[in-house]
């Protein structure tokens, strides 16, 4: 075990240290040429209290994989561990329904615990948040795939006129962005490509993204649901109010800001605690927010594995998220056993919320429902 300050002393840039509830970081792994990298050296810089433990590959850290049910124990983790590592596949993968494109992920694992989570589903439950360092090969690979796709032939759900990049499909990107400057990169990537814009859904409120001057071309799509379900299933997230109250700050600030209703779970009471929410976003967003809003509706999908996951810590979850008589087996790529509600269940509750928005906030455009 090596000191960072001790390896790094004399060329860990200047950076204000991370004052976060959410990751007081004691421990970082890392592969070596992450950790001698300019961005782990930024990562490091920003924890200067945290220990360096050298690993082989971020895949392979039995220390801190798995854990299943025990929650204290994933939360420790995430909130004191960090992870550095080279991602190896840089490639750019089609999508089609939230983004045209899924970006190579600059970052893996969540410092949050949302009840309903796919992200741990390859490295274990108490997944701490693992940063790629090889920013510049990615915003480069990023770079040439723009450039190949031309500009967009016609509108789609995605966007009407601009190639759609996700870029937050298995991190949170607000939280990544007090972890160091990939998500800064990135947006300052999309300022300049006219012809694309990148996107992430987030579930935490981080002003420092204020200052990134986005120029339009990054979308922040703030998940939403009713505080009662936010309650019960977002764990350790901002409280949704939160995220409400920043929707217009972050449109002020040169962001696209649209609404993610995800997940949708249906329970006694959803439609009532979903007009309020509707009401309050009607009552709350200013015009320019408004003006241009737009959202995806995403209803619950669970998983066999999960669900025997949460009943060792957070059973109360599981009371609306497992619903038999609601649900429908199917079975993934990866073999494991997903539910989802029945299709007339599902399209039953999908009409009824576009209806709800239809009353209550009728200027909220429903880009896509799933
Ligand atoms: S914020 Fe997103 S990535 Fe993090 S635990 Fe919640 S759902 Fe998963």
């Known amino acids: 075990m090596t ?32 950790a001698a990298s300019p961005r782990g050296r930024q990562v490091l810089a920003r924890f200067p209290g945290a220990e360096v433990v050298e690993v082989p590959s971020h895949w392979q850290i039995p220390d801190l994989h798995g854990n299943e049910g025990n929650v204290e124990r994933w939360v420790r983790v995430k909130t004191e561990t960090l992870v550095l590592g080279v991602k190896k596949s840089v490639s750019v993968r089609p999508n ?37 360092t090889n920013i510049d090969q990615i915003t480069g690979s990023l770079r040439r795939h723009v450039a190949r796709q031309g500009v967009k032939p016609e509108p789609n759900e995605c966007d009407p006129v601009s190639w759609v990049y ?15 400057d990939n998500v800064a990169d990135l947006v300052a990537t999309f300022r300049e490509l006219p012809t694309a814009k990148a996107s992430f859904a987030t579930k935490y409120v981080n002003r420092q993204l204020l200052d990134l001057d986005p120029q339009g071309r990054t979308r922040v799509r703030f998940s939403v649901m009713p505080e009662a379900d936010a309650h019960l299933l977002d764990v350790r997230t901002s409280r949704v109010s939160e995220r409400i109250a920043a929707v217009d700050d972050f449109v002020a600030a040169g962001y696209e800001v649209h609404l993610n209703f995800s997940p949708v779970v249906l329970r006694d009471g959803w439609e009532a605690d979903w007009t309020a929410l509707l009401q309050q976003l009607d009552d709350e967003l200013g015009d320019a927010a408004k003006a241009q809003a737009a959202t995806e509706i995403i209803m619950l ?37 997903n539910v989802r509600y029945r299709n007339h269940v599902k399209r039953a509750g999908v009409d009824r919320l576009q209806q709800l928005i239809r009353e209550h906030a009728p200027w909220l455009r429903v880009r896509y429902a799933f």
């Not at 004399?10 to 991370?18: G, K, M, R, S, Y």
Request: hydrophobic share 35%; aromatic share 8%.
């Open 3 to 34: 000191d960072a300050l001790t390896l790094f002393d004399d060329l860990l840039p200047a950076e204000t240290p991370v004052d976060s509830r959410l990751l007081q970081v004691r421990t970082v792994y890392a592969e070596p040429a992450a």
């Open 96 to 132: 089609g329904r939230s983004a045209d494109f899924i970006a190579p992920s600059t970052a893996n694992g969540c410092a949050m615990a949302c009840a309903y989570c796919y992200v741990p589903r390859r490295k274990g439950y108490a997944n701490p948040i693992t940063v790629f």
């Open 166 to 180: 996700d870029l937050g499909e298995n991190s949170d990107c607000s939280v990544d962005a007090l972890v160091s």
């Open 301 to 337: 999908t669970h998983n066999e594995q999960l669900h025997e996951v949460n009943l060792g810590w957070h059973p109360q979850a599981e009371d609306v998220l497992w619903r038999p008589e609601l649900q429908q087996p199917k079975r993934s790529q990866n073999g494991q056993l």
